[in-house]
Structure formats: structure tokens, C-alpha cells
């Protein structure tokens, strides 16, 4: 077989009939001139060999001695698909068809493939209906073709309720003339890490990354070691807070199949080595196109290991820390299809999934849809994010911000820069996550000054649900996604430095803090601000049980005895009042020797009113005093 065809959607179909140029013992040619065939077959020799320029020319030749040679505008047509002129592929097919419309059914097949790939699904229904009247070849084509037609009707539809879409070329200090693709973003938009060709070399994949400044996004820079390397790097993800970097890396030493998993993670400014995420996530197959959760506790690939619905579905796996993970589990049907399902991004609200198909029903080769997750853990059937956010163009690898208001992705769409370049949109109010701010702080020595690495637990109130991070060992920042409007008890921990415990009720904006941690010291005073009481009783509520835990496990590591203070606000006589913060303060002291505390390292005691730390002349300030506390007796 001589002819190379490249064209995806029919690759399958033309390599088994070729038009008319099937085999090196075919003669029978559309021309009668043995001349013009000569010539034809040296285009047809050079165009398998790649080298176009030569195919055309010979093929202009050929075309001058037989100007009805219709083979040449087949072929013309061929060339022009594999140069990514596609409207130059269709005007050449049309030529064909002039010259002969009963020369083959297959011209209309392949007309039909080139105008839907163009966004052209009036016409292409056309041909495609055109091809299937020949009658012929329909055991072998008819389920493909009514699957073709029933996609551009789909997509017709689509485009009858336009959503709001106007995309922002991220411009030259981000996109080339190469590909840039795979973006990801922390949740405070600081950072932009991306995929791109080696701009030095235009050989392998490398991650580059960005940073904004005063709103805008400056010149790319290439990561570098120990994340890039002489091989093939992409298809990454960073963490929420910039500390966690996952990547695909294909066909290293250590791998254990064409393409792995592999995390690092960042030290002040720097990234450690590289390690592999090992089994189960990575196996013998093709593991690529991570996206981690907010919370790091899950991610999210695309792989073609055995047990999916097709070729590349989209997993997960839950990690029990120290980078073991679970065995990772399928989405299942309701977002993987029999096609392609690829580059994952679960928000940071932690139950909104976008992700790219082929196999759901869209405008083009690959869409991006949406799907989201209820209290079950059931994610409802996968949603095409609508035209023109999704065209006949390919749209791959969206992220949404925290916020949920922009979306970035990567397209080849016409006017951009290079091949594929990255672009910012408004998010239309029906594809939206839920919102999601972040907290940003710094922990750091109160009297040095000096950061401080630190562990930092935050609980919503009247939850069992967890979110654990760290202050970053060198400039002791740390940042973690919540959804606003919750209360939440927020705890610092570090050994050596007195226990630091807050109660806020988060806006609905994102907020920045500074915590400086006090050094224990003998005389040192904590109040315990996740500590809560029935009303005008000293029953300790459900709700300050993890801040008890905390204060118990504050206790045990740093050897302590601790004297445990009742505090009340001035309503009420002096006798109720001292009586009501000793009972409270017992309860305290009660529940942490339950807990395993020794009895010799804990004592109580009621103040009542006789220690306010504001004013009791008005409701916030009665609201402050009325507190539980501890003091470092001797460590």
C-alpha cells in the first residue's frame, strides 16, 4: 500500500479502500495519460516519504499535462490535511467530486470527516448522507457514519443556545510559536505552571512556569532540574498552595510502564528530587494527566489500565499519607465512555470535575464537559460545557479558579500564537463550582520573628472532616481552599511553642493572617477559642471535643502541667459566677484525664469575672471574656 493517510477520524476506513491509489499493482487512475500517471506516482512516492513540497510539485506537473486528473486533488487534498489546512482540504475534495461525483462513495466520507472537523455540520450531514445513498460498503460504515451524523446534530443544537464566551490569549510572556498546554494554577492565582516543546531545542515536553505581578503574568521560565530533565516532562498538576508538584514523566529507569506518576515537593524555593508515586497508581500501563484536590488527599488520572470502559478513563485514589496510596477506583460510567476521557481537574471545592472526552456527545474530536458530586460520592452524567466554549476546534485541559470565576485552557484555535496556545474566560454562570476562598497566613516566632515550619489543622465546627497543611519550613507560609461562610476551629501546632487555637467565621472573601507562635514558657497563658458550653451550664457541647483532643495531645508531647482557667463575662453575681467558671474548667479537667492526661499535670480553677480581657459594657466584649484558658505550670 502506498498512500499514507493521516486523517484521524477515517484513518481505519482509508487504509482498507485509498480512493483509487490502493497498491504498487494499481494502474487504473482517474487519467488516461500514462504521462501525467508517471509524474502522479512520483508525488504520491515523495508524499509517503513526508516530503510534501516535492509531492506538490510533481503533482502540479502532473496536473498541467491533465488538468481533470482528479487523483491529484485527492492527494492535493491530503497534503493540504496533514499541513493543518483543512479548508484547503474540503476546496480540494470539492474539486474532485466536480470533476466526477460517481468517482467513489468515499470522497463523500471523507469530505463529510473534513467538514465536520471545520465546524461545517449542515454540509457534512450532507455528504454523510450522500455517501450512505451509494449503498455500498454500508455493513462496514453505516454505524460510523449515523454516530458522525447524529454529533453534528448534536453540536447544530448547541449552537442554537450560545453561552457567554469570550477567550483572552494569555499573549507572548506565556504562549510561543511551540504548544503550551496543561495549565495549572494555585488557588491564589500567584503561580502558572504549564506544559510546552523545549523552547531552546523544540525536542521534548518541559514544564515552564509564571508568576503574576501587579495582574499580570510574567515571562515563562523553564522549572528546571530536578523536575525537568534530558527526557520528556508535562502534564502536571500543582497543589493549592504551590508545595506539591505532580507531573508525567515516560519511559525513565525507574518507571514501571510507558509513562508514570512522579511528585516533588518545594522547600522554600526549591523542589526535591523527583520520586515515583509507585504501585498501585502506576503499574504497566500509561498513567498521565494528574490533578490533585485541594486538600492533597486525592488525585485524579487518566489511564488505559485494565477494568475501565475504553481507552483512557479517568481514576482516583486516596491517600493514607507518606505517599501510599489506595488502589485507585474508576469513575465509572457516568464520565467514562468507550473514547478517550483525559485531563482531569477536580476543583478546589473538591466535587466539581471537568475533564476532556472524545466519547461523550460534543462539537468536535474532544470536548470539555463537567460533572459533580453529591453527598453519596455519586457524580452525576457528565455535562458538555456548550458552544462556543467547546467548538469543531480541540479544547483540552481546563482549570477554574478558586473562585470559580475564570476558566484557562488550551486550544488550537485559529489567531493564536504557536500550535496550541493558553487562554483565560469568564466562567458562564450554568458551568460554575462552587465557590471556594483560601486562607494565606504566615507562622513565625513571636519574639525572633524567624518562620516557623509548623502543623496546621483546620475543622469545620460540627464536623469530623479534617484539613490538615504546613507551614513551609523556610518562609513558614502555608495556605489551604475552604468554602466561605463556615465556622471553623483553626489550630497551629509545633513542638516547644505554646498551642495556637482560633474560631473564625470565614467570608466570603480570602483572608491573610499572621500567627506568631509564643514559645512555652512557665506563666504562659493560651486561651482555648473551640471550647464551647450549653448555655448557662458547664456540659461541654460535641463541638470542643477536637480542641480538647488537641489540648491533650499539646500536653503529652511537650511534658507539661498546665493549670485550666474558667472565665465569665459580669452578668450575674460574683458567687454564681465563680461557681459556673470552676465547673467549667473541671469539665475541662474531667475530660482530659478521661482522655489519658495524669491526674498530677492538671489542676483547675474558677476566676468568674475578676480577669476580663475587654470591656463588659457591651456583647462582643462579654463574648471575649467569657472564655476557657490555660497556664504552663512547670514543663
Known amino acids: 500500500m502506498i498512500l499514507k493517510l493521516t486523517f484521524r477520524s477515517v484513518l481505519v476506513f482509508l487504509f482498507v479502500f485509498v480512493f483509487q491509489l490502493k497498491s504498487e499493482a494499481q494502474t487504473k487512475y482517474y487519467s488516461k495519460s500514462k504521462k501525467a500517471i508517471k509524474v502522479f506516482e512520483s508525488a504520491l512516492y515523495n508524499y509517503n516519504l513526508g516530503n510534501f513540497p516535492l509531492a506538490k510539485q510533481k503533482l502540479a506537473e502532473s496536473l498541467a499535462i491533465d488538468e481533470k486528473f482528479l487523483d491529484v486533488f485527492i492527494l492535493y487534498g491530503e497534503i493540504a490535511n496533514e499541513e493543518n489546512d483543512k479548508e484547503a482540504a474540503i476546496d480540494y475534495y470539492i474539486k474532485a467530486i466536480s470533476l466526477d461525483k460517481n468517482y467513489n462513495s468515499l470522497m463523500y466520507l471523507r469530505l463529510a470527516d473534513l467538514e465536520k472537523e471545520t465546524g461545517k455540520y449542515k454540509e457534512a450531514i450532507i455528504d454523510y448522507q450522500t455517501f450512505l445513498s451509494f449503498g455500498k460498503l454500508l455493513k462496514d460504515y453505516q454505524g460510523y457514519v449515523n454516530d458522525k451524523i447524529k454529533q453534528c446534530n448534536y453540536a447544530i443544537e448547541l449552537m442554537k443556545h450560545p453561552v457567554e464566551f469570550e477567550p483572552i ?3 507572548e510572556a506565556i504562549n510561543t510559536p511551540m504548544s503550551e498546554y496543561w495549565p495549572s494554577l494555585t488557588a491564589d ?87 515515583n508515586m509507585g504501585q498501585p497508581i502506576n503499574g504497566k500501563y500509561k498513567e498521565s494527566q494528574p490533578s490533585l484536590s485541594a486538600d492533597g488527599k486525592t488525585i485524579y488520572f487518566s489511564s488505559n489500565r485494565p477494568g475501565g470502559n475504553g481507552k483512557f478513563d479517568i481514576w482516583q485514589s486516596t491517600t493514607r499519607g507518606n505517599n501510599i496510596w489506595e488502589t485507585p477506583i474508576n469513575l465509572g460510567d457516568s464520565i467514562n465512555t468507550t473514547e478517550d476521557e483525559l485531563a482531569p481537574f477536580i476543583h478546589y471545592d473538591n466535587n466539581t470535575l471537568y475533564f476532556t472526552s472524545e466519547g461523550h456527545p460534543g462539537m468536535g474530536g474532544s470536548d470539555l464537559f463537567i460533572s459533580g458530586r453529591n453527598e453519596k460520592g455519586q457524580w452525576s452524567a457528565a455535562r458538555n460545557l456548550g458552544y462556543p466554549v467547546n467548538s469543531h476546534y480541540n479544547e483540552e485541559s481546563l482549570i477554574v479558579t478558586a473562585n470559580g470565576n475564570l476558566g484557562m485552557f488550551s486550544s488550537n484555535m485559529a489567531g493564536g500564537f504557536g500550535q496550541k496556545d493558553i487562554y483565560l474566560f469568564e466562567m458562564p454562570p450554568g458551568i460554575k463550582p462552587h465557590k471556594t476562598i483560601f486562607i494565606k497566613g504566615i507562622v513565625f516566632d513571636a519574639k525572633t520573628k524567624k518562620p516557623l515550619y509548623s502543623e496546621i489543622e483546620i475543622v469545620p465546627i460540627g464536623s469530623e472532616t479534617i484539613l490538615l497543611t504546613e507551614s513551609d519550613e523556610i518562609s513558614g507560609e502555608f495556605l489551604a481552599c475552604l468554602p466561605p ?106 475530660y482530659l484525664i478521661e482522655q489519658g492526661v495524669k491526674k498530677e499535670s492538671l489542676r483547675f480553677k474558677g476566676y468568674g469575672y475578676s480577669q476580663p480581657i475587654e470591656s463588659n459594657s457591651t456583647e462582643a466584649g462579654r463574648a471575649k471574656n467569657r472564655r476557657t484558658e490555660f497556664k504552663i505550670l512547670s514543663f
Open 189 to 275: 492565582d500567584s503561580t502558572l505552571v504549564f506544559t510546552s516543546s523545549n523552547r531552546e531545542t523544540n525536542s521534548q515536553e518541559d514544564l515552564y512556569f509564571s508568576v503574576k505581578k501587579n495582574g499580570k503574568w510574567q515571562n515563562a521560565i523553564k522549572i528546571g532540574p530536578p523536575i525537568n530533565t534530558e527526557r520528556s516532562e508535562g502534564a502536571q498538576s500543582i497543589s493549592a498552595d504551590g508545595k506539591t508538584m505532580v507531573f508525567t514523566a515516560c519511559l525513565r529507569p525507574d518507571g514501571y510502564g510507558s509513562c508514570d506518576l512522579y511528585i516533588s515537593c518545594k522547600k522554600g524555593e526549591k523542589w526535591t528530587t523527583p520520586i
Open 485 to 590: 461562610k463556615n465556622n471553623y476551629a483553626f489550630h497551629v501546632d509545633k513542638k516547644g511553642y505554646m498551642m495556637f487555637s482560633e474560631n473564625f467565621l470565614l467570608p466570603d472573601s480570602n483572608i491573610y493572617i499572621k500567627i506568631p507562635l509564643q514559645p512555652i514558657q512557665k506563666g504562659e497563658t493560651a486561651i482555648l477559642k473551640n471550647i464551647f458550653f450549653e448555655f448557662d451550664s458547664y456540659a461541654l457541647k460535641k463541638e470542643s471535643f477536637a480542641e480538647l483532643i488537641k489540648l491533650k495531645n499539646f500536653v503529652v508531647k511537650n511534658k507539661l502541667s498546665i493549670e485550666i482557667q474558667g472565665h465569665t463575662d459580669s452578668i450575674g453575681t460574683e458567687t454564681y459566677n465563680l461557681k459556673l467558671s470552676a465547673n467549667r474548667a473541671k469539665s475541662v479537667y474531667e
Open 169 to 171: 490569549n494569555l499573549g
